[in-house]
């Protein structure tokens, strides 16, 4: 037995004497990454790499210290190896559990500057091999100065002296305790814990480690508990675009950066590393499509210089194939080297009445009744009164306004998805139930961590901030005939001149098809009918569903519109180029009050007549649409969809808390409180309504508060978007 033991040290000694470090600077310098477009032609290169070596005593003690208790508390005490750090976070891989990193600094430092990110076993061993011999030969201060230089912090900064610019612009030697932490923090997980851009669910992650990492300061003494009390998290500089990623480009390598990642198809470092060749799904000439109809739509039609408003409008777009789950065009913001922000993936604007499909979806797939227990359908009777409280829900009841406060009385549903009357859809979530809502939309594709998708009374009317790209999955379900695929954006991968194989991308039935048929041919109405807030984007002259959304105030507008062979969402946000504060979006382009019937549907036209030009229309297949008898009229001053915004918007709509879906005057619209139409002209549905309205009483009791209460209490009013 000794002998073996002794053998097997012996062994394991020689190979120590024997293995040759590598040249670290060689294997280090990162390469290029190339990114190419569907059809192979090239995008974008990326790479160049970001590094200032600095000596040890040029980087802050607070920030050594940071890194050390996030990485390896023990490191001037222990050896080059921890086998049973490495042994529990194998344990931990192999049963199951969080991926876990066991290595000492010495070892992340091997990996970094001699090896690849490849989780192999060879690599494992050789870097245990060389990780001794480094030890051997080199001191702990030297072996940190190294890990600290070498070290990948996201935004393509190698080392921590450009990470120290390009996070907080200072050199490493003036980084506090915050920073240093914050530091410590991306070396986890760089692009996913960057607060400037990071998910809501990431920000908390990264928040999370911090503490974590200023904890573990405490602990050791390097930071002493009052000074760890007086600490806040520091502000980090907004990102600067890499050169050669202007226009598009950069938006389209960050979004197909973050697939990569996400999905563990590729870590930062690995990237970074670069040897990689990236083929997207975007198709070059649909995202020159695009591009082109929001220059044409929008842009040109924006006056910064001389219209304040103007140069609040940011435009995000998303088209994707509703068959395939592949994205084919995404339109990030004007210039991802001047506006880094991208708009296509962006979730903190909310999504307004684009939810409301949702609804329907949820209410027409779990055959949702009535108060009264009659099945709901598009010709079901609800009571379109303006701030008519919810019936059925407990605690204060949820009375939100329609869009410019009007009253609908009785109405079908229909109608009120065509007009988007929000009284109808607050009772609709309310008969459906607010979580089989909430988990309606789940299913058909948003992420459980969207912000704010919560099941409360206002849910239906959009009071969540999902991303373009995840609202276009959403309605790509809808035309697949309720099959979920999430949308996706690389197609294939070469790394180190080998292919990488990568996620497949499967059909799971979200929704019945008949559900989903029945959704399509009432969100056709949407835009069929002459009195339908999207009637704009009739003029594509195929078959055509989508729903428009305008938010509270105006500070984001959408259109969300699908053909059976093609997916685009456009959104238009309000965001002060100064502040980056939400602001609202009414009087841009000259236009009056902001609306998703304005510029994202003539955007979403405009794209599509071209995106889908030559190709055979096809019908949608299934359920028929039942339109309403009557439709409010448009009168003569409002435009028809092939115009563009003019005086005469501003004229034909007025602004209000709520502002409007649609492009109509409000004589276009019913007026009056009286819960019957008003003035006698309100239109009626295929039938006569029922004696007792599907929605609960005809009119407002007037002692019952008509404010924002919710199901289980008052909600407040920042939760309530407009129509």
Known sequence: MAASVLLGVGLFALGVALVKVPDAHAAATAQSNTWLYSDGTLLARTGQTNRQNVPLDKVSKEAQHAALAAEDRNFYSEGAVNFKGMARAAFNTASGGATQGGSTITQQYVKNAYLNQKQTVSRKVKEVFIAFKVDATQSKDEILSSYLNTSYYGRGAYGIQAAAQAYFGVDASQLNAAQGAYLATLLNAPSAYDVSSATENGKQKATARWNYVLDGMVAKKWLSAEER???TFPEVQAPKSAPGLSGQAGYLVAAATSYLTEHNILSDAQLAQGGNTITLTVDSKKQQQLQDAVQAQLTDNLKPDSRKVDAAAQAGAVSVDPKTGQVLALYGGADAT?????????????????????ALAAALDSGAHTQYGDRISADTVYDGTNRRPVRGAKGVPYAPPNEGERSYGQISLQQATDWSVNSVFAQLAQDTGLEKVRSTAVALGLPADTPQLKAIPSIS??????????LAGVYATLDNDGQQITPWLVKSLESGGEQV???????????????????????????EDQGGTGYRASSLNRPTAGKTGTTDDSKSVWFAGYTPELVTVVGLFGQDPATGKQVSLDGVGGAGSAAGGKFPAQIWTAYMKSALAGQPVSSFPGASRTPATT????????????????ASDEASATPSPSASDGTGSPSSRPT??????????LPRPSRSPSAKPSGGATSPDPSTPA?????????????????
């Open 501 to 527: 194989s990568l996620p497949e991308h499967k059909a799971t039935q979200a929704i019945s098809k008949d559900a989903a048929r029945s959704t399509t041919a009432i969100l056709r109405g949407v835009v």
């Open 338 to 358: 001047k506006h880094w922000i991208d708009n296509a993936t962006r979730t903190d604007y909310q999504a307004g009445s684009t939810f409301k499909a949702i």
């Open 672 to 681: 009056g409180g009286t819960g019957n139409g008003g003035d006698g002209t």
């Open 707 to 723: 404010g924002n209460g919710g199901a289980g209490g008052l909600l407040g009013t920042q939760d309530q978007p407009a129509g």
């Open 229 to 231: 009390q007086q600490t």
């Open 461 to 470: 009317l959009g009071t969540s901030s999902p991303s373009a790209l995840e």
């Open 631 to 646: 439709v409010p009229s448009v009168p003569s001053d409002s435009p028809s969809p092939s115009q563009s915004p003019s």
